[in-house]
Antibody, heavy 119, light 111 residues
Framework: QVQLQESGPGLVKPSETLSLTCTVS??????????WTWIRQHPGKGLEWIGY???????YYNPSLKRRVTISIDTSNNEFSLKLSSVTAADTAVYYC???????????WGQGTLVTVSS | QSVLTQPPSVSGAPGQRVTISCTGS?????????VHWYQHLAGTAPKLLIH???NRPSGVPDRFSGSKSGTSASLAITGLQAEDEADYYC???????????FGSGTKVTVL
């Protein structure tokens, strides 16, 4: 079965760039109809959709984060990545990667990784 | 502040029925966009419970059911079990924000 696993630094300094990778196992990231997504959850708060990428490389970002977000895909290694620039303490959150079914619902999620922004 | 409003908590005794509401507006649920529900236990991957307002993925017990009407949706859990104690989130799309949006989350406690 398909599984997703986030990886990356758990601590990032203010003004720097947060970088995370999501490795997809048990299935191909090239599967049509799925959009590979990043979602985050601030401590004690609700969930916030960050954006997605299709296997072809086309992307769509949350307008509230668009200026700072880049999502890329590496089909040869079956993984996709998130970069969030100019981070502040407000970007401290648990970051999840997920699989978006046909730009509708999220049918698979990773376990999440906590990223803390602090000097 | 979440675009979709849920009660912070609901509780019930084992075997009882509880419902969780998800209230939106004319730019999301009221515009006809589907509502989906997720179950989340801390430290684990969130799990899809209901998609397309009423549909259960394979493996989800039929104790979970979803409905939608107007600008709101609901998740019902019948025959409440201890293992249902978790956080539950609704999700839809908002055309004004041009983004997927989530509810504020509801903690279900089994008494």
């Amino acid at each position: 079965q398909v599984q997703l696993q986030e990886s990356g630094p758990g601590l990032v300094k203010p003004s720097e760039t947060l970088s995370l990778t999501c490795t997809v196992s048990g299935g191909s990231i090239n599967s049509g109809g799925y959009y590979w997504t990043w979602i985050r959850q601030h401590p004690g708060k609700g969930l916030e959709w960050i954006g997605y990428i299709y296997w072809s490389g086309s992307t769509y970002y949350n307008p509230s984060l668009k200026r700072r977000v880049t999502i890329s895909i590496d089909t040869s290694n079956n993984e996709f990545s998130l970069k969030l620039s100019s981070v502040t303490a407000a970007d401290t959150a648990v970051y999840y990667c997920a699989r978006d079914h046909a730009r509708n619902w999220f049918d698979l999620w990773g376990q999440g990784t906590l990223v803390t922004v602090s000097s | 502040q979440s675009v979709l409003t849920q009660p912070p908590s609901v509780s019930g005794a084992p075997g009882q029925r509880v419902t969780i509401s998800c209230t939106g507006s004319s730019s999301n649920i009221g515009a006809g966009y589907d509502v989906h529900w997720y179950q989340h236990l801390a430290g684990t991957a969130p799990k899809l419970l209901i998609h397309g307002n009423t549909n259960r993925p394979s493996g989800v017990p039929d104790r979970f059911s979803g409905s939608k009407s107007g600008t709101s949706a609901s998740l019902a859990i019948t025959g409440l079990q201890a293992e249902d104690e978790a956080d539950y989130y609704c999700q839809s799309y908002d055309s004004s924000l041009d983004a997927y949006v989530f509810g504020s989350g509801t903690k279900v406690t089994v008494l």
